[in-house]
């Protein structure tokens, strides 16, 4: 193996390309969108994470990484483009099904093709395997073909695609072998070999299981409020049992994994899976849910100004895809009554379609700040960071502000059953 053609260079692809060139593999990057390119040749990034400019940079000055418009012949293929949702909540594999037409051309035999993004049960063998079968490669035996779903940590992104356990599932047991040895090159931990609808499964279920208990803590959130205790108090302490972690409540659920991910389990058995389906309507609820009790505080104000402050799905990154940040200020915004401004530091102008606020636009004269996401910039606000404040009251939806001072008040997500109307 000597070089290998990544296709997609979002949060997941351009990471996974810049470690392979790091690791001394010659390393194309594929993506249709030019400005990518053009950023990623100047050894330039177009998204935030930690420990990739530096990163970028020095591959692409080595000479180890480029990006181009087009695939190139290779000896390994990774496909790691989105699949998001339709309408109707079912899968979307155009784009793994784009990229995996648009290497065919540049297949040879012996070629190891991965699929790294997170797909539908059988897709693999269902849908890229006929791809590659119609232009005269035989998944069997000529071509190694298998899924190795990621499973990291935005934030955490470059340390998880080393350390952490990988499941490369091949459509034959030679194509794991083969593909789970691409990634044994450079990953610390185990690389275990399986069935491409095993791994496909697999990557689905975890971000399943972490949505149902999510979900959980969400629902506590709103049986809290209307039986009058702290949801935060309760999760701390139960989680004092050996065998107990409730996950913690928030605004809803979003990225490109939990908020969508479910959904194709859903796609493939819905009678079977009511209680996926049913954490799912909960963690949807939640943004109307936050809509609901800032119309609460606010019932007494003829005209009161809001400021948003977060609009990623988690913090400290600056990825806002199926943030329920996004969803809530949508619905703020359709309320004629209210003034609504949006900051979030790691947000570019260019990543929403509404105007963003510095964080002095947006905090003055405002009557209530709403936190949406865990920021280590809103964390560590004072109560004189408030000063410019009409009245100084906060909604803290991610349980992530720490200020004791009898001129703030402070609301959080679970503790809601003593809200009072804000007063001018």
Known sequence: MEKICVVGLGYIGLPTAAIFANAGYNVIGVDINERVVETLNKGEIHIEEVGLPELVKKVVEEGKLRASLTPEKADVFIIAVPTPIHEDYTANVDYVIAATKAIVPYLEKGNVVIVESTIPPRTMDDVVAPIIREHGFAPEKDIYLAHCPERVLPGRILIELIENTRIVGGVTPEAAKKAADVYRAIVKGDVIETEAVTAEMSKLMENTFRD?????????????????????????????????????????????????????????????????????????????????????????????????????????????????????????????????????????????????????????????????????????????????????????????????????????????????????
Not at 238 to 246: G, L, S, T, Y
Not at 393 to 407: A, G, P
Request: aromatic share 8%; net charge negative.
């Open 212 to 424: 149902v208990n999510i979900a959980l803590a969400n629902e506590l959130v709103k049986i809290s409020q209307r039986i009058g205790v702290n949801a935060h108090k309760v999760i701390e302490l139960a989680n004092k049992h050996p065998r107990v972690n409730i996950h913690l409540p928030g605004p809803g659920v979003g990225g490109h994994c939990l908020a969508v991910d479910p959904y194709f389990i859903v796609e493939k058995a819905t009678e079977e899976s009511p209680l996926i389906q049913t954490a799912r309507r909960i963690n949807n609820s939640m943004p109307h849910f936050v809509v609901e009790q800032i119309e609460r505080m606010t019932t007494e104000l003829p005209s009161p100004k809001i400021a948003v402050f977060g609009l990623t799905y988690k913090g400290n990154i600056d990825d806002v895809r199926e943030s329920p940040a996004i969803e809530i200020y949508e619905l703020l915004k359709r309320n004629t009554r209210f003034d609504v401004r949006a900051y979030d530091p790691h947000v570019k102008q260019e990543q929403v379609s509404f105007p963003l606020s510095s964080f002095e636009e947006a905090i003055d004269g405002a009557h209530l700040v709403v936190i949406l996401a865990d920021h280590n910039e809103f964390k560590n606000m004072k109560a004189e960071d408030f000063a410019a404040m009409k009245t100084k009251v906060i909604f803290d939806t991610k349980n992530c502000i720490h200020i004791e001072d009898e001129n703030v008040t402070v609301y959080k997500i679970g503790n809601l059953y003593s809200v009072k109307a804000i007063q001018e």
